[in-house]
């Protein structure tokens, strides 16, 4: 379950992602909107000039060309 706040990593070998979702469109999650995150000490903040982007909720799901979860929420 997706939820705001958490951080997920893209499933992509050629490079390292990571993003953390800022909202999502409500109960029937489709859309999650999310912002690239670097960590810096033990806190995630957002990469220089990092925009907020549109990733569809399918993405989510730990394989190659999605993202898998590397931090939750409580």
């Known amino acids: 379950m997706l939820k705001v706040g958490q951080i ?3 499933v992509d ?7 953390r ?3 999502i469109n409500g ?3 489709q ?3 999310v912002r690239t995150v670097k960590k810096y000490g033990n806190v995630w903040s957002a990469t220089p000039g990092a ?3 549109n990733a569809q909720a399918q993405r989510f799901n730990g ?6 979860l590397v931090e939750d929420v409580p």
Do not use: L, M, T
Request: glycine share 8%; net charge positive; charged share 45%.
């Open 8 to 10: 997920w990593r893209e």
């Open 13 to 19: 070998p050629r490079f390292e992602r990571f993003v």
């Open 21 to 23: 979702i800022e909202a």
């Open 27 to 29: 109960a029937e999650v």
């Open 31 to 33: 859309w999650a909107r």
């Open 51 to 53: 925009r907020v982007s």
């Open 63 to 68: 394989k190659r060309g999605g993202y898998e």
